[in-house]
């Protein structure tokens, strides 16, 4: 199983920290192969330099005294009087002297006699030690003064276990150089990459800050560069929200507290239209023609107007935050009788309630969350209107459906908004627009939530869910 990787080592600066440290490391290995290699040519070519140098004075100085043809006697005195020489040759003729004279490469042989040059071959021997052969042809004057070559071959072996030593310990100075080098490149990475995130840091702490509704918040804006121009824009988009959201803020309270303000002010004569609605329909009934259904109108609108002005106090406690819960130990399956009982909804509406199922709740705002989800489904949906509660020892359940036609996907989220209709073009109903914010609202207060949906079969749901809180003996 992969393990998740740890959010600090995915962050910027760990990333940061990486590609410097990479970038440091191929930097220091480059520095180092390149050095090696220069080092490497540089001691050999000394080596091999000096070496080619001193044997061929050497030889230019034996050259004139030699004699011609030369036999076995001269070559070994050539291997003798040759400061390095190890192997002479002429023909078939050899002469040798500290190595075998077999060691020399063939390679080397040839090319010493086609180009009549001096040549030099390092190699590595069977025991694996490095060495430099060297092999030049002996020249001699002829009568026109040119160098001619005499046949003769003189070779030299020469150790190169010191330079090869001296070339290791150069490469382990350079790696051990690296090693010291890669964690301060690391260290200091960390560091930089702390002092370039930290104006970072702020801008997010100070994001953070801003979605936690502390529109307040700024920025330290010292400097020129680029993220002391982010702050100072962080500081001006900051600047315009809190005034934005200011002026918001007031707006939207202007209006908490007209809707208040109007609500209570139409109560009081609501209260007495409503008392004279009642009049008209004890004597709508026998009055004539227009005047009986003038007078049944008056009423029915006042009703509604009644009911609006109660929903909109009711949404204006839970905007003031001056909603209150009473509490109290009851069986909701009687709580939801009674509720279908008082609205004349019983004879209308299947219901399974069984008994039983007890939790703490409010009275009467349990009752306005049943009957508007039961009242909805009664003006919005299509028989049968089932009630079904059900309980666990977490969660308590109402579960309100109907036969309808169901809620539009495109209505969904927007189901328990303000006076939001489905249907544009139905301006007017029975509700006021506000039942299911309300309801929602009240279930809120209660620790509940209200879920809108609908059947598989057909129809809209929607189930009411409560937190079971514990029952006193």
Known sequence: MIRRIPLRLRGIRARLVMIISLVAVVAIVGATGVNYVAARRTVLAAKQDQEMTRLRDAVDTLAPDLMMPPDRATLEEIVRLVPGAGGVFYGTLRAGNGFPVSEVPAELVARVRADHLMVFQRVTTRWGEPVLFVGMPVMALDTN????????????????????????????????????????????????????????????????????????????????????????TFNDTAASLEKSVGELRRMEADARRFVADVSHELRTPLTAMTAVTEVLDEEGAHLPGDTGTASRLVSAETRKLARLVDDLIEISRFDNGRARMDRREADLGELIAATLRNRHWDDQVETDLPAGIVAQVD????????????????????????????????????EVTDRGPGLPEDVLPHVFARFYKADTARSRSEGSGLGLSIAEKNAGLHGGTIEAGNRPGGGARFVLRLPRAEVRS
């Open 363 to 398: 009275a009467r705002r349990f009752d306005v969350v049943v009957a508007n989800l039961v009242g909805n489904a009664l003006r919005h949906g299509a028989p049968p209107v089932r009630v079904r509660l059900s309980g666990t020892d977490g969660e308590i359940v109402v």
């Open 145 to 232: 003064f040119r160098q001619v070559p005499t046949g003769i071959e003189v070779y030299a072996r020469y150790s190169l276990v010191a330079e090869q030593q001296q070339i290791a310990e150069f490469a382990f100075n350079g790696w051990r150089t690296a090693a010291v080098a890669v964690p301060l490149a690391v260290i200091l990475a960390w560091l930089a990459a702390g002092a370039v995130l930290r104006p970072v840091r702020r801008l997010r702490d100070g994001a953070r800050s801003l979605a936690r509704g502390e529109l307040s918040t700024r920025l330290p804006d010292r400097g020129g560069d680029e993220l002391a121009d982010l702050a100072r």
